[in-house]
């Protein structure tokens, strides 16, 4: 066990029996009341948020994960294969621990998985990709004054908002936290 103060954003540990990740932590002194640490936590098997109070003293039991670079090489069924980039081992990694990242996943891409002794528990994809747009209605010329966005497909499959002036054939950044257009790819 060790004591709230002793974690960090990106580290693992069991609250309430089960594994979750700390995506923000806060420390705050609120005028003339005690200390206390504001964390958000991740379930990592539900994927819901939870906030909550720790006061300093306070224990909780850190995991340690194990993070290995893979290489995505194909989809099988509800499981993504994946290569260590060191042994050359694959190994199957169910599609949730990828959670909505994974529909912008490309064949050879290098992603981070986080592994609770041999189960995987999570999974980071590269922040930004680089995708082909495969399908969407013909793009205006001249048109970027405004930040108004249409529907678009990319090579993956998956559907984003791009804006008006982008059209088939041209490539894009999408970041694969939220499914956001960032640019047009030089």
Same mark, same amino acid.
């Given at each position: 066990?060790?004591?709230?103060?002793?974690?960090?954003?990106?580290?693992?540990?069991?609250?309430?029996?089960?594994?979750?990740?700390?995506l923000?932590?806060? /420390?705050r002194?609120?005028?003339?009341l005690r200390? =206390?640490?504001?964390?958000k +936590?991740?379930?990592i098997?539900?994927?819901?948020?939870?906030?909550?109070r720790?006061?300093?003293?306070?224990?909780?039991? /850190?995991?340690?994960?194990?993070?290995?670079?893979?290489?995505?090489?194909?989809?099988?069924?509800?499981?993504?294969?994946?290569?260590?980039?060191?042994?050359y081992e694959?190994?199957?990694i169910?599609?949730?621990v =990828?959670?909505?990242?994974?529909? =912008? +996943?490309?064949?050879?891409?290098?992603i +981070?998985?986080?592994?609770d002794?041999?189960?995987?528990?999570?999974?980071e994809?590269?922040?930004?990709?680089?995708m082909?747009?495969?399908?969407?209605?013909?793009?205006?010329k001249?048109?970027?004054?405004?930040?108004?966005?249409?529907?678009?497909?990319?090579?993956?499959?998956?559907?984003?908002?791009?804006? +008006?002036?982008?059209?088939?054939?041209d490539?894009?950044?999408?970041?694969?936290?939220?499914g956001?257009?960032?640019?047009r790819?030089?």
């Open positions: 066990m060790a004591k709230v103060s002793d974690i960090s954003k990106g580290t693992f540990v069991r609250y309430n029996g089960e594994l979750a990740a700390v923000e932590y806060e /420390h002194t609120p005028g003339n200390a =206390f640490y504001q964390v +936590l991740r379930n098997k539900s994927g819901k948020l939870i906030e909550q720790f006061r300093p003293d306070e224990e909780i039991e /850190h995991v340690r994960v194990e993070v290995k670079e893979q290489q995505y090489l194909y989809k099988e069924g509800d499981t993504i294969v994946c290569m260590d980039n060191s042994t694959q190994i199957n169910p599609k949730e =990828f959670g909505e990242s994974f529909q =912008f +996943l490309k064949e050879g891409m290098t +981070l998985i986080s592994f002794g041999d189960n995987p528990v999570y999974a994809p590269p922040v930004a990709v680089e082909e747009i495969t399908y969407t209605e013909p793009g205006i001249g048109d970027t004054a405004t930040r108004t966005l249409k529907a678009a497909t990319i090579e993956t499959g998956a559907t984003v908002r791009v804006p +008006l002036f982008i059209n088939i054939g490539r894009v950044k999408i970041d694969t936290r939220t956001d257009y960032i640019e790819a030089k």
